[in-house]
């Protein structure tokens, strides 16, 4: 019954691979995010998605590329990994875009890049 | 880019009230107060939020100062699974969508 879910869990790769991040969410949500949590434990929003439509990109390196084939899954593509590209990964969602709507996080995926 | 300004570290003794302090002096009229929490190696956790009045849920107390430079959550009484990093987020104002900026939180360690 997991709300919002990620797979991989885990993520270790070498510099230069493209590798794909997905997310699930089964709460009936409209509204997906994409956010990086880097080490010094700051939680950093890369994109929005409502209703399959991108409605917040952050300065956000090219080689991230978001999609969304449906309101209830939003995958994270990465193209050329760097070293910097090393963090926790969270998916989140919620209902609507106002302020006051609260966001349910995805267990988050730990990307290595070596 | 955070907004709030929060202690970076308390203890508190299991059974007891947890208090954690969240400093917002520039918050506008119309932004929310949240509190998130993250266990570790888990995603963040909704807790609560509050505009102007005090906020209660099964959760937690959300006490905001009416001034609303300030706030402080309250967890009546904290076990050992509240251990975790407490995050006070100000929501930001976009047109079409939301965004969290996670400070450094204040790590909450629940002592038996």
């Known amino acids: 019954d997991t709300a919002v879910s990620q797979t991989p869990k885990y993520l270790v790769t070498q510099m230069g691979n493209d590798k794909s991040i997905k997310c699930e969410q089964n709460?009936?949500?409209?509204?997906m995010y994409w956010y990086k949590q880097d080490s010094k434990k700051f939680l950093k929003i890369m994109f929005s998605?409502?209703?399959?439509?991108?409605?917040i990109n952050e300065t956000v390196p090219n080689r991230f590329s978001p999609k969304s084939p449906d309101k209830a899954h939003l995958n994270l593509h990465i193209n050329s990994l760097e070293l910097g590209d090393s963090a926790v990964y969270f998916c989140?969602?919620?209902?609507?875009?106002?302020?006051?709507?609260?966001?349910?996080f995805g267990p988050g995926t730990r990307l290595t890049v070596t | 880019d955070a907004k709030t300004t929060q202690p970076p570290s308390m203890d508190c003794a299991e059974g007891r009230a947890a208090n954690l302090p969240c400093n917002h002096s520039?918050?506008?009229?119309?932004?929310?107060v949240y509190w998130y929490r993250q266990i570790h190696s888990q995603g963040p956790q909704y807790i609560i939020h509050g505009l102007k009045n005090n906020e209660t849920n099964e959760m937690a107390s959300l006490i905001i100062t009416e001034d609303r430079k300030s706030s402080t959550l309250i967890l009546p009484h904290a076990t050992l699974r509240d251990t975790a990093v407490y995050y006070c987020i100000v929501r930001v104002a976009w047109n079409t969508g939301n965004q969290f900026y996670f400070g450094t939180g204040t790590s909450l360690t629940v002592i038996p």
């Open positions: 989140a969602s919620s209902q609507g875009t106002s302020r006051g709507v609260e966001q349910y």
């Open positions: 520039t918050i506008s009229g119309n932004e929310y």
């Open positions: 709460l009936g949500h409209d509204t």
């Open positions: 998605y409502n209703n399959k439509e991108l409605i």
